[in-house]
């Protein structure tokens, strides 16, 4: 059984959850009797341009202090995103961030410029024997994961396990778990430029009346999906396996890692951040929870939403809970320990 930390929270006062988010990280570093190293990261999600529920940069002012009181160097770190969006490339990307107000820190893109830079971390499991972790994440020993827990349309809901599998993924990591086939060419789109083909590392495009990928070729790093001048090159979404794949790639992104994850229960929307529209949250806002177990603290935020609730949201997203404890990423049994935020 794992322990999960939980503070009360339901108002809209950022100033304040960054103060609980503080309280938590300080419990688990002072009952763990955790060290930090020189360097930490601080795993995070920057919001797509357009999204007005992600959890704001103010949130993370006590932390970042907190750690530079400590000695100890933050900076933020996240991976690119696999679709069109404003966080495909790293130069997008850090712009988004800056825009969302994230400019405390140094801002680390961990698998480089289009999102084919990584290390395979061999884990051996049922649907992967290696998984494409973004290459920067090897320099570090240790990180403070912190998510934001709300709906996500194919994961069911978006929580640490999340954060870790799609967030640590370079972006063919990331195709990797979203289906089971190459990218796809839209032909109606392609002007044949053969801008892909000029870029593709691994000779796996050709242009024939349109550009074409030769699957045999084809190693999945995605970097074709982010450089089309036309968007005519996409991923399919139908891969099969999602949920366990998605806890697989969270075992290789934890994989001999120290990692301390903080839960922000709040703006609690359909969707997931990725979305660049304005939502509305679906349930109240709830507080926070953090812990060492990231299985733990998503079954403990699943829970807390549907109680909340009273329906059973999200409830596809047990199936990524079940296969992280088969496979040893952490427990769904965990004891709850509130702490009073006054």
Avoid at 190 to 217: L, N, P, Q, R
């Amino acid at each position: 059984m794992s322990k999960v930390y939980f503070i009360k929270n339901s108002e809209a006062d950022y100033n304040q959850l960054g103060k609980d988010a503080l309280e938590l990280l300080k419990r688990i570093v002072s009952e763990t009797g955790h060290r930090f190293e020189k360097e930490v990261p601080i795993k995070v999600h920057f919001g797509e341009k357009g999204n007005k529920t992600f959890i704001p940069a103010k949130c993370y002012d006590g932390i970042i202090n907190y750690l530079k009181e400590n000695g100890v160097s933050p900076s933020y770190i996240e991976t690119n995103v696999l679709y069109r969006g404003s966080r495909t490339t790293t130069k997008d990307h850090i712009e988004t961030a800056k825009f969302h107000g994230f400019t405390q820190l140094p801002i680390i893109i961990a698998d480089g410029e289009i999102g084919k830079e990584y290390d395979e971390v061999e884990i051996n499991k049922t649907f992967f024997n290696k998984c494409k972790i973004g290459k920067k994440y090897g320099k570090y020993k240790q990180f403070i994961v912190t998510s934001h827990f709300k709906g996500h349309v194919a994961a069911g809901f978006g929580g640490a396990i999340k954060q870790l599998a799609m967030g640590f993924a370079a972006r063919g990591g990331k195709l990797e778990q979203h289906t089971d086939i190459s990218p796809i060419i839209e032909a109606e789109k392609c002007i044949s430029c053969g801008v892909c083909v000029d870029k593709c590392d691994f000779g796996a495009i050709h242009i024939a009346d349109t550009a074409e990928i030769d699957d045999s070729k084809c190693t999945g790093c995605a970097g074709c999906i982010a450089i089309c001048p036309k968007s005519a090159i996409s991923n399919s979404w139908s891969g099969s396996h999602f949920y366990e794949k998605l806890s697989e790639y969270a075992y290789g992104a934890s994989k001999d890692k120290d990692i301390i994850y903080i839960t922000f229960v709040h703006n609690i929307t359909k969707e997931c951040d990725c979305a660049g529209i304005p939502m509305k949250p679906i349930v109240d806002n709830i507080g926070i929870v953090a812990g060492k177990d990231p299985v733990a603290l998503d079954t403990a935020c699943l829970d807390l939403v549907q109680k909340s609730s009273g329906e059973k949201l999200f409830e596809k997203g047990k199936s990524s809970l079940i296969h992280a404890e088969k496979i040893g990423l952490g427990t769904m049994e965990y004891e709850s320990i509130e702490i009073n935020n006054m």
